[in-house]
């Protein structure tokens, strides 16, 4: 079955300096995507950047990197010279394609606070 | 574009009325889902549809109903509220569910409280 777990459930990070959000999955489907999510205090949900299992480069979207370790199974959100507004919850959520329902599951989420 | 309208935003229900939350894409996508967010529960899948006339159950089905009649529409009935089914309710849409790197669109949230 698939899970993904995030064990941090809360992160302060001091202003202009990079925080890792932790998330670990499991699924046997061979091919799956990875997601990162960010929900403000307003509430939406904002894609923030996207991991395929077949991917053979880290994914990046300006200062968001993922650190994806296939072999462990983790896919680390790296987010560089954080920013006030970087203060939200951060989802992780895995999608498999290959013959499953193809649902989007996520993590319970990481509640990261920036300091200035 | 649209993308994903939900309605209503808010919603104040008492334990025991019915109630549908309307959630609407124009995008064609095939793919359609709703889900909860409860603190420290992350989101968690409620109903899905792979298509017009195709639903299913996902995680938390208990105390809701879904129908797909069109490709753009996909309500969520609740059918006696509890306060149990206070929460935030997102719907969510993607063009395919088994292709790679898709992007899923998510409406703005309704946010339930039942009383």
């Known amino acids: 079955a698939q899970k993904i777990t995030q064990t941090q459930p809360g992160m302060f990070v001091q202003e202009k300096e990079a925080v890792t959000l932790d998330c670990t999955y499991d699924?046997?489907?061979?091919?799956?995507?990875l997601f990162w999510y960010k929900q403000p205090s307003s509430g939406e949900m904002i894609f923030l950047i996207y991991q395929g299992s077949y991917d053979q480069q880290n994914a990046t979207e300006g200062r968001y990197s993922l650190n994806f370790q296939k072999a462990r199974k983790s896919a680390n959100l790296v987010i560089s010279a954080s920013q006030l507004g970087d203060s939200a919850m951060y989802f992780c959520a895995m999608r498999d394609y290959g013959g499953s329902q193809g649902n989007l599951i996520f993590g319970k989420g990481t509640k990261l606070s920036v300091k200035p | 574009n649209a993308g994903v309208t939900q309605t209503p935003k808010f919603q104040v229900l008492k334990t025991g009325q019915s109630m549908t939350l309307q959630c609407a894409q124009d995008?064609?996508?095939?793919?359609m889902s709703w889900y909860r967010q409860d603190p420290g529960m992350g989101l968690r899948l409620i109903h899905y549809s792979v298509g017009a006339g195709i639903t299913d159950q996902g995680e938390v089905p208990n105390g809701y109903n879904v129908s797909r009649s069109t490709t753009e529409d996909f309500p969520l009935r609740l059918l006696s509220a509890a306060p149990s089914q206070t929460s935030v309710y997102f719907c969510a849409s993607s063009f395919d569910r088994g292709v790679p790197g898709n992007t899923i669109y998510f409406g703005e949230g309704s946010w339930l409280t039942v009383v």
């Open positions: 995008m064609n996508h095939e793919y």
């Open positions: 699924t046997s489907d061979p091919s799956y995507g």
